[in-house]
């Protein structure tokens, strides 16, 4: 039996640290579906088809990582695409608060998928979607904290 792992997130954009996650996942699981999360009600910076098509070409590399997008309930995506775990990264205490409750919700929903939390690495600890678009609009070197795919989309985005 493959044992499969869905990483949800908005990914707007990917950074290094989000690839750190999913490489160090590609090595525990079989399968592990990186997957945008869709909400209407949020303001995002890039589309969802925008960041999709990043995240294919980050994880064009890896033979057990596919992408996809869902909206509605993470547990019934999971459950859907026969998961058994969501992963999860935790940076800072900041992080634990609000991914405690999140994990807490989506067990009490469905306590067959389990939440797998990955602790940063220590040189990714700092890195967020929104500073990282911060420093990019205001013409600062990003190229050290996302993909390369993600320095060019945001330079077009900005310059
Ligand atoms: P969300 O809006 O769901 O929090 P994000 O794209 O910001 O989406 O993050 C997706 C997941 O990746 C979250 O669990 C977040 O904690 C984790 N993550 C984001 N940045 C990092 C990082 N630098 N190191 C480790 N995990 C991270």
């Known amino acids: 039996m493959s044992r499969i792992a869905v990483y949800p997130g908005s990914f707007d954009p990917p950074t290094n640290g989000h690839c750190d996650i999913i490489k160090r996942s590609s090595k525990l699981f079989d399968c592990v579906i990186v997957t945008v999360a869709v909400n209407p009600a949020k303001k995002h910076f890039f589309s969802v088809d925008e960041r999709v098509d990043m995240l294919q070409e980050i994880v064009s590399e890896y033979k057990n990582i596919e992408v996809d997008q869902f909206d509605g309930l993470l547990v019934e995506y999971a459950e859907k695409k026969g998961a058994v775990s969501i992963i999860r990264g935790l940076r800072a205490l900041s992080d634990f608060e609000y991914e405690f409750e999140l994990a807490l919700m989506n067990r009490h929903l469905n306590s067959s998928v389990d939440t797998i939390f990955m602790m940063t ?39």
């Open 121 to 159: 690495d220590e040189h990714y600890s700092f890195i967020r979607s929104s500073l990282v678009r911060e420093v990019a609009r205001l013409g600062g070197d990003i190229s050290d904290k996302v993909p390369r795919v993600v320095e060019k989309y945001l330079k077009e985005r900005f310059f």
